[in-house]
């Protein structure tokens, strides 16, 4: 592990005690693989959607070639180009303890405890044990544009309409018992949301994006609370934190209810 490679982990991860921690136990890193190298673009526009016109990039443009995406407001994404015609997008960050990730030139590969992660967002090799949020990228060959689209949704799950996301209970009964859930990224918002029916018998919305960095949580059901893969930080079900790193909540949405379901208002 060169101290340069020691240095930039060190600076994407940030400068915490968890960071620091990360960067240090590395005597196992991968020794041919760095992070992807950081590419800053604009915020999407209302369509939700980065285009890329591949041959300004050279780490993009040949085959085998990847860039991380440092994007306004949002996690950090890995593109990446295993050859021809073929792109994918999916998160940047390994699941594991938070690294960020590198490309051999076919799966996603965490220079720290090499975890490795399929194009589609599975996990391939452990210790990481959950997959990478990924991400639509479609390539025009004639104009050499990669898009990709930051607002796509789960199929099957509600999309956003007016800016509100409408989940019925004959599609999600299990809200209709206390400590149900439910959960999914709808399409017009791009994040995954989740959905619970609380003990009382009210309900929460939370967004799925831990605030410490940009890492997709997960329920614990035998917790009982939210789980950040990444470095271990945990929220509740309306998305106070009950354990750091993370010190600022999960981003709350307003939810409405009647005898046919849940509404969820997103924007």
């Known amino acids: 592990m060169s101290t340069s490679r020691r240095g930039f982990l060190k600076g994407v991860l940030g400068t915490g005690a968890v960071a620091g921690a990360a960067a240090a136990a590395l005597p196992g890193c991968a020794p041919d693989i760095d992070p992807a190298p950081v590419l800053d673009v604009p915020a999407p526009g209302d369509d939700g959607k980065v285009s890329l ?70 996990v391939t090799h452990p210790p990481a044990k959950v997959g990478l949020k990924t991400f639509p990228a479609q390539y025009n060959a004639a104009t050499q544009v990669v898009t990709i689209d930051l607002k796509a949704g789960d199929v099957g799950f509600p999309s956003v309409v007016n800016g509100k996301v409408a989940l019925t209970f004959a599609q999600f009964p299990q809200l209709q018992t206390s400590g149900g859930v439910a959960q999914g990224k709808p399409q017009g918002y791009g994040n995954t949301l989740f959905v619970f029916r609380l ?69």
Do not use: W
């Open 53 to 122: 016109v591949v041959p300004r990039y050279p780490d993009l443009s040949r085959d085998g070639g990847a860039v991380t995406l440092r994007i306004p407001g949002m996690e950090n994404l890995l593109l990446v180009h295993p050859g021809g015609e073929t792109f994918a997008v999916m998160s940047a960050t390994c699941t594991h303890v938070g690294c960020p990730l590198g490309f051999n030139g076919q799966e996603a590969v965490c220079p720290c405890h090499l975890s490795r992660f399929g194009t589609d967002g599975r």
């Open 199 to 267: 003990d009382d018998g009210s309900f929460s919305a939370v967004d799925g994006m831990c605030t410490h960095q940009g890492c997709t949580v997960t329920f614990d059901s035998g917790a009982n609370d939210l789980l950040c893969p990444c470095h271990s930080s945990t929220f509740t079900k309306e998305g106070a934190v009950t354990q750091g790193p993370a010190t600022v909540p999960l981003k709350k949405f307003t939810v409405t209810s009647d005898a046919s379901g849940v509404t969820v208002t997103v924007a």
